[in-house]
């Protein structure tokens, strides 16, 4: 079964920027809505934003203004640029199809620490 592989977090002072990728093989995410969740410890994985297929993006209160989510046209991958990084954003980050019944299995994560 197809699992996404993030990568690209780390620990930055708060203030600072990463950039996360969200990659699989072949076009799977083409023609679907993907989303970036994120979980922090003791916390439910919640979503943080989202595009559709056209390109269309949401987000959450928290991050607007923030993060932004991106695709690549060939769609094999999925971003999110995150400016202005508050301590409060430190989870692990994980992509996957917004709709519960296109989801993937659930990757590894990428884990963002954020220091105040």
């Known amino acids: 079964q197809v699992q996404p592989v993030e990568s690209g977090g780390g620990l930055v002072q708060a203030g600072g920027s990463l950039k996360l990728s969200c990659a699989a093989s072949?076009?799977?995410?083409?023609?679907?809505?993907m989303g970036w969740y994120r979980q922090a410890p003791g916390k439910e994985r919640e979503l943080v934003a989202t595009?559709?297929?056209?390109?269309?993006?949401n987000y959450q209160d928290s991050v607007k203004g923030r993060f932004t989510i991106s695709r690549d046209n060939a769609g094999n991958t999925v971003y999110l640029q995150m400016n202005s990084l508050k301590p409060e954003d430190t989870a692990v980050y994980y992509c996957?199809?917004?709709?519960?019944?296109?989801?993937?299995?659930w990757g590894q994560g990428t884990q963002v620490t954020v220091s105040s």
């Open positions: 072949g076009s799977i995410f083409r023609f679907r809505a």
């Open positions: 996957n199809a917004q709709t519960m019944a296109l989801r993937f299995r």
């Open positions: 595009i559709s297929s056209a390109g269309t993006t």
